[in-house]
């Protein structure tokens, strides 16, 4: 059973940083496309990056250029480095792995503030 926990939210103000990650275990991780979403208040969770152990990567086109998705095989990380942050970055952060003929695995969630 996969288990998926986030770590690394906080309160920043604009412009700064911060990094997410996510510690996985319980499934085969290199087998796994592993992404980060997050969900605002009053709005949908949404898909902002993702990675597959080839190292591919995608993102949303509202954090292009300022977030960086990478995982570690040898630790079973999974991790969201964030540039430049702005007040519209609010929201709670997941972390996710999914494959094929399986439900969507979800973290719990760590919350990232941005705000003066």
């Known amino acids: 059973q996969a288990q998926l926990a986030e770590s690394g939210g906080g309160w920043v103000q604009p412009g700064g940083s911060l990094k997410l990650d996510c510690t996985v275990s319980?499934?085969?991780?290199?087998?796994?496309?592993m992404s980060w979403w997050r969900q605002a208040p009053g709005k949908q969770r949404e898909l902002i990056a993702a990675?597959?152990?080839?190292?591919?990567?995608n993102y949303a086109d509202s954090v292009k250029g300022r977030f960086t998705i990478s995982r570690d095989s040898a630790k079973n990380m999974l991790y969201l480095q964030m540039n430049n942050l702005k007040s519209e970055d609010t929201a709670v952060y997941y972390c996710?792995?999914?494959?094929?003929?399986?439900?969507?695995?979800w973290g719990q969630g760590t919350q990232v503030t941005v705000s003066s």
């Open positions: 990675a597959i152990s080839d190292g591919s990567t």
């Open positions: 996710s792995a999914s494959i094929v003929n399986r439900p969507r695995a």
């Open positions: 319980g499934i085969p991780f290199d087998a796994y496309i």
